[in-house]
């Protein structure tokens, strides 16, 4: 069901860019829930309990409620 806009990590409460680039969609360092980011991996012993990864499509839904 569409909503009238395109759903990218930019739009998702869940995604943060750490990188402060409006044009970054989660290919580097952001910090997304679904997918640790290399920053996290890279210091977290466990990412994977923090950031879940998840097979996710163009867009991963976590916005929904």
């Known amino acids: 069901m569409s ?23 989660g290919e580097a360092d952001g910090d997304c829930r679904r997918l640790p980011s290399r920053t996290t991996a890279g ?3 466990d990412p994977v309990s923090a950031f879940p990864v998840v097979d996710a499509s163009w867009w991963c839904g976590e916005h929904k409620e």
């Open 3 to 25: 909503d009238g806009y395109t759903k990218t990590c930019m739009t998702c409460r869940y995604f943060h860019d750490a990188m402060g680039d409006p044009n970054y969609e």
């Open 43 to 45: 210091v977290d012993g």
